[in-house]
């Protein structure tokens, strides 16, 4: 697994196109970088006497909040599938038995690193590879994608960033094409303390009220298709 050098890791947004967000996307390839690394993050005890940190401190917590995209949109067999911001997801979740050809696009370096290393031992046929970039410019062409995936990292954007990202997924699914991508509800009674966690973690989160992130949906010409509700995060399904 090979690691950047923190000068390195502080210029990897540097030569993008649009680089308003390249402060925000460098700061949450931080905090995941080192989850990825298993790097320990000093807590002030106040934090450490939370009870969600000591959930999250077990390391079951990640599990239980994922939100479960294919109970949604299940990738089918043959079908080409974008998973932006997917982490190690091939790693984890069964795209072996769905068939379904994966391409990634992530901000880690280091689970980019680990994906480009293990998949193609994984299922090489599957696996198409991982692109290093943030969500708002995917590095894909118009119309390559039956279904777009994107969970577990809208919190830490602004609804603005959010608008450029639908924009780019639009581009880049099929006509009809399904995109999922999860939504902190900012109702569920953990969300505060599970924001203040991640902002010592390393990566501000934006509590948003879910009416203002469908007003951003249906701006972008997209229909809610599905809802489904998580403890902490609501997963959506949209067509545009």
């Known amino acids: 697994m090979s690691k950047k050098p923190d000068s390195q890791l502080q210029n990897l947004f540097a030569t993008h196109k649009s680089t308003n967000w ?26 450490q006497a939370m009870p969600i940190f000591r959930e999250w ?49 992530e901000i880690s370096n280091v689970a980019r690193d680990i994906l480009t290393s293990r998949g193609p031992q994984l299922n090489s046929k599957l696996f198409k590879g991982v692109e ?12 390559q994608f039956d279904l777009a995936i994107a969970t577990g990292f809208s919190c830490y954007f602004p609804l603005e960033y959010w608008n450029a990202v639908l924009t780019e997924v639009k581009r880049v699914l099929k006509p009809g094409g399904n995109f999922v991508f999860d939504i902190l509800n900012p109702e ?27 007003k951003t949906i249906k701006a972008a010409g997209a229909k809610i298709i599905t809802q489904k509700s998580g403890e902490l995060f609501e997963l959506y399904k949209v067509r545009f």
């Not at 080192?34 to 934090?47: H, S």
């Not at 290093?132 to 119309?143: I, K, M």
């Not at 009674?189 to 501000?204: F, I, M, N």
Request: with cysteine; glycine share 10%; hydrophobic share 40%.
């Open 22 to 47: 390249q402060e925000r996307l460098t700061q949450v390839a931080f905090r995941f970088n080192r989850e990825y690394l298993g790097q320990p993050v000093e807590l002030p005890a106040e934090v």
């Open 57 to 105: 401190a077990g390391g079951n917590f990640s599990g239980r909040i994922a939100s479960p995209f294919w109970e949604v949109a299940k990738p089918q067999k043959n079908q080409h599938c974008l998973d932006i911001g997917c982490g190690v997801s091939l790693l984890i979740y069964p795209w072996r038995d769905w068939q379904a050809f994966f391409y990634g696009q």
């Open 132 to 143: 290093l970039g943030g969500a708002h410019e995917l590095n894909y062409s118009p119309g």
């Open 188 to 214: 569920q009674p953990l969300a505060e303390d599970w924001a203040v966690l991640e902002t010592y973690l390393g990566a501000e989160v934006f509590l948003e009220p879910l009416t203002n992130w469908e």
